[in-house]
């Protein structure tokens, strides 16, 4: 089916500073949808996103209700992209969509996408597990948001490694669950991949309603991505929180065992 016979939607788009964000307003409006793009700055917009008639910018924080409903007034999709570029700005995006909702400022809203990471999976290592603490408790966030509110929909997108290049990308989307082996895979998918897929999902989504979706490719973006170091990447982002929750779980331990005796 072509773009022209598709449902056209409204989607506010979080975490729009990321790469994944910014390519997901990219195609969003050449697939001729409108967009409602929470931002931090204004002054720092794309011309071409100012300048297109489907196109509106609110400026503010998640902390600001007001802000947050506006953004989303008159949208029937949310889409959450911060992925694993910037998991706690996931996790504080689904919690203010998750008080507008309560506070019922989101009339419109059918379905929320959230971008997670393969690295939030259930087959996960233990330690990249660790370090996408915010992402699981996002993906459990919109899951309990949908149970609670039956009118409302969500999807999670878990990519792999994510590359910045213009290179094509044949991505394919599966479901999790129902898809326990896949064909050889590159655990490499190109930021406009990942927004090709994300918006063909969002106009033909009845296969992935209130599932979580894989995202995937056969084609080799790199020559070779050290799953090491890219752990080591992450464990660097967020080694101040890993530090203070062990200095935490310690002390506890030791006024615990201080206590005992």
């Known amino acids: 089916m072509t773009d022209l016979f598709r449902q056209k939607h409204t989607i506010a788009v979080f975490e729009t500073q990321t790469k994944a964000g910014s390519q997901i307003v ?15 700055d ?8 100012k300048s297109h008639k489907h196109f509106s910018a609110t400026a503010g924080k998640l902390t600001d209700a007001d802000v947050v409903a506006g953004l989303l007034t008159g949208a029937d999709v949310a889409v959450i992209a911060g992925g694993s ?21 989101a009339a419109s809203l059918k ?9 939030a999976g259930a087959n996960a ?11 699981i408790n996002a993906e459990r966030a919109v899951a309990s948001l949908a149970e609670k509110h039956t009118n409302i929909k969500f999807t999670v997108f878990r990519p792999p ?12 989307v599966f479901d999790e669950l129902a898809q326990k082996s896949l064909p050889t895979v590159s655990n490499q ?73």
């Open 85 to 105: 570029e910037d998991p706690s700005g996931v996790a504080r995006a689904i919690g203010a969509v998750t008080r507008a909702v309560n506070a019922g400022k």
């Open 26 to 40: 990219q195609v969003a409006l050449a697939k001729g949808h409108k967009v409602h793009a929470l931002v931090a």
């Open 189 to 261: 998918v190109s930021y406009g991949g990942l927004a090709d897929a994300v918006l063909e999902i969002v106009e033909t989504q009845p296969r992935f309603v209130n599932k979580t979706a894989g995202i995937n490719s056969k084609t080799t973006l790199v020559a070779r991505v050290d799953s090491r170091t890219e752990l080591w990447k992450t464990f660097v982002k967020h080694s101040g929180k890993i530090i203070v929750g062990s200095a935490l779980v310690i002390a506890g331990l030791a006024f615990l065992a201080k206590k005992r005796s």
């Open 42 to 49: 204004g002054a720092t917009l794309a011309a071409e996103w």
């Open 161 to 172: 490694t994510l590359i910045d290049t213009d290179k094509s990308n044949d991505v394919f």
């Open 125 to 135: 290592g233990m330690f990249a597990r660790a370090m996408n603490g915010d992402l």
């Open 111 to 119: 379905h929320i996408y959230l971008v997670s990471s393969a690295g």
